[in-house]
């Protein structure tokens, strides 16, 4: 089986980059985003209607290509885990996660028994329909799965050393937005409570050697969020980074047009002028002289 890159650099205390997909999940989007050089994708259930068998193609799609699919389920049920996994995501998101037992229950869907609860099925997506022992698959499987809480909530932040101590679970990605909301305190970025929310999740991940996670809309949020600590980080969303980017060129060019067209005219006023007929000189008249008598 396949191993997790992604798992195994950041357990070791290295970072890795990525990117989120909510629209375009294409044919060709794993090899753009490896082009790119993102390290892995994070298709999104929650916020979008893919179905199962269009993430069970995307996950096909990144087979013999060195990135990492992940995916984030839309709520904490067994089936949405399970089934992803088996379909061949490698990491498995799951949104607000407010304590430890949840966490725990995530863990377990993640792991085969005694450890977990995980269904057993081989030769199918997530083995590459490879033969082998089921011994070693099993526990293949439970090594390179990332289980991953977010924490979105003003009791998941409160409860986020909890989580971070939960055995099974890797990373605790920060849902910014979502955060500040449960706070009572929508988009307010830089307010002290948000930034000490934030403080605590990074100081339980040092803790716990657990790794803290975000999505980084722009380069300021990458630098200021890489500098606190966070290592493993996606950029942006593709609807915002295609929009943000088609934006520009469109932007560009009707400036451009605009000073064409002032140009031309410019041009063209100039033209008329030097077209326009010049006037006959005054024929000299010569005064008459007056004489004194």
């Known amino acids: 089986m396949r191993t997790n890159p992604v798992k195994t ?3 070791a205390g290295g970072s890795s980059f990525g990117a989120m997909i909510f629209e375009f999940f294409t044919p060709g989007i794993a090899q753009i985003c490896k082009a790119a050089g993102a390290e892995f994708i994070l298709y999104d259930m929650e916020h979008t209607a893919v179905s199962t068998e269009t993430l069970r193609q995307q996950f096909a799609l990144c087979r013999g290509l060195g990135i990492v699919p992940m995916v984030r389920v839309p709520t904490t049920e067994y089936d949405f885990i ?8 490698m990491g498995i998101m799951v949104p607000m996660v407010d304590t430890a037992e949840q966490a725990a229950f995530i863990a377990s869907c993640c792991k085969y028994p005694p450890v977990g609860r ?3 099925a081989f030769g199918v997506g997530h083995d ?18 990332l289980v991953i809480c977010q924490i979105e909530t003003a009791k998941g932040a409160e409860n986020c050393e909890a989580i971070a101590a939960t055995p099974g679970v890797d990373v605790l990605w920060v849902g910014h937005f979502d955060l500040t909301n449960f706070m009572g305190i929508p988009t307010q970025f830089q ?7 934030i403080e605590n999740v990074v100081a339980a991940c040092a803790k716990h050697g657990k790794t803290p996670a975000f999505m980084a ?27 943000n980017a088609l934006a520009q060129g469109i932007d560009f060019m009707k400036s451009e047009t605009r000073g064409l067209a002032r140009e031309a005219a ?26 004194r008598r």
Request: avoid cysteine; aromatic fraction near 8%.
């Open 128 to 145: 590459d329909f490879l033969p082998g022992s089921p011994l070693d698959k099993m526990k293949a499987g439970d090594e390179r799965t």
């Open 9 to 11: 650099k950041i357990m």
């Open 82 to 89: 399970a089934r992803m996994l088996d379909v061949g995501a």
């Open 266 to 291: 410019k041009a063209k006023r100039a033209a008329a002028r030097s077209a326009r007929p010049k006037a006959a000189p005054k024929a000299k008249t010569k005064a008459k002289a007056k004489t």
């Open 118 to 120: 995980r269904g057993a």
């Open 191 to 197: 307010n002290p409570r948000y930034l000490e929310a």
């Open 217 to 243: 809309a722009d380069q300021t949020w990458m630098k200021d969020y890489l500098a606190k600590g966070f290592r493993l980080m996606a950029y942006g969303v593709d609807i915002g980074i295609f929009q």
